[in-house]
T-cell receptor, first 114, second 115 residues
Framework: AQSVAQPEDQVNVAEGNPLTVKCTYS??????LFWYVQYPNRGLQFLLK??????LVKGSYGFEAEFNKSQTSFHLKKPSALVSDSALYFC????????????FGSGTRLSIRP | NAGVTQTPKFRILKIGQSMTLQCAQD?????MYWYRQDPGMGLKLIYY???????DKGEVPNGYNVSRSTTEDFPLRLELAAPSQTSVYFC??????????????FGPGTRLTVL
């Protein structure tokens, strides 16, 4: 069965520093991978996705993610963190048994200190 | 566009009570979803629908029911509320097809407590 794992419950970064939020996947075949962000008391918002093509995917709010097939990873990155980036981040993968559904990871709370 | 709207925002139920969580979208999306989010956990899919009149179970459907009589609305029904159903419930929708694949639009959520 396909799945995504987010090994860190929480990531703490100082404002202005680069940030990385980790995600690894387990999928048979080519994965369709996604990142969503959830700000406090809000629903999830789509950030970016990898379907095929360039391994570096650019998304909203200056975020990007790098698809690495050999390491089965899809880490979310940003060169310079902002306090406003503090939120809960979810990695997700399309369910290959049903293209209608995606499977979410457990989430990583990103905290940016001023 | 209002996007995806959910009502109510908050609700406290007693064990055994029933209620319906409302979800509506005005984007003409065929696909709609109900998730629950428990503290420290990701989202679990309860039910989903690929169009009016078509619904299917997700990962955690027990204790819930849905209907999809129109494209716009996808209500979630709890028949006999239990403390295990205390959670935040999110509705989402998207367009069909690979071009729009998996970019789901989420509502603001309903926080439900069962005591």
């Amino acid at each position: 069965a396909q799945s995504v794992a987010q090994p860190e419950d929480q990531v703490n970064v100082a404002e202005g520093n680069p940030l990385t939020v980790k995600c690894t996947y387990s999928v048979s075949g080519n994965p369709y991978l996604f990142w969503y962000v959830q700000y406090p008391n809000r629903g999830l918002q789509f950030l970016l996705k990898y379907i095929t093509g360039d391994n570096l995917v650019k998304g909203s709010y200056g975020f990007e993610a790098e698809f690495n097939k050999s390491q089965t990873s899809f880490h979310l990155k940003k060169p310079s963190a902002l306090v406003s980036d503090s939120a809960l981040y979810f990695c997700a993968v399309r369910d290959i048994s049903s293209a209608s559904k995606i499977i979410f990871g457990s989430g990583t709370r990103l905290s940016i200190r001023p | 566009n209002a996007g995806v709207t959910q009502t109510p925002k908050f609700r406290i139920l007693k064990i055994g009570q029933s209620m319906t969580l409302q979800c509506a979208q005005d984007m003409n999306h065929n696909y709609m979803y109900w998730y629950r989010q428990d503290p420290g956990m990701g989202l679990k899919l309860i039910y989903y629908s690929v169009g009016a009149g078509i619904t299917d179970k997700g990962e955690v459907p027990n204790g819930y029911n849905v209907s999809r009589s129109t494209t716009e609305d996808f209500p979630l029904r709890l028949e006999l509320a239990a403390p295990s159903q205390t959670s935040v419930y999110f509705c989402a929708s998207r367009l069909p097809g690979q071009g729009a694949a998996d970019t789901q639009y989420f509502g603001p959520g309903t926080r439900l407590t069962v005591l």
